[in-house]
């Protein structure tokens, strides 16, 4: 439909969602609101994070832990052996490592 529409245009897509940093600086703006703390200039401007740790616990490593690990150094991965996640954790997982599993 689009490309009847616009002529045969090809249509510019940019995905959103786990892991990509911009879904945790929004998680960690929702959290800032809602402790009273809003971060200075919303989301997107990397204004320093108010809070000290914060903890995503998720089973799956490659969108929850890898996502957490790289969202900035307040953040911590926490993955949960059930779900997504079949290893153990004693074996965590070798590619995207959790903080603790």
């Not at 929004?26 to 809602?34: D, G, K, V």
């Not at 809070?51 to 900035?72: E, K, L, Q, S």
Request: proline share 7%; charged share 25%; glycine share 12%.
């Amino acid at each position: 439909m689009w490309r009847r529409r616009s002529g045969g245009a090809e249509l510019k897509v940019t995905e959103y969602g786990k892991p990509h940093r911009v879904q945790f600086r929004a998680a960690e703006r929702l959290l800032a609101n809602a402790a009273g703390r809003p971060l200075p200039g919303g989301a997107a401007t990397g204004a320093p994070s108010p809070f000290r740790r914060i903890y995503m616990v998720g089973d799956n490593p490659a969108a929850d832990v890898r996502g957490a690990n790289a969202a900035g150094d307040s953040w911590r991965s926490i993955l949960v052996c059930t779900g997504v996640y079949k290893g153990s954790a004693e074996s965590n997982d070798h590619v995207d490592p959790a903080w603790r599993a």
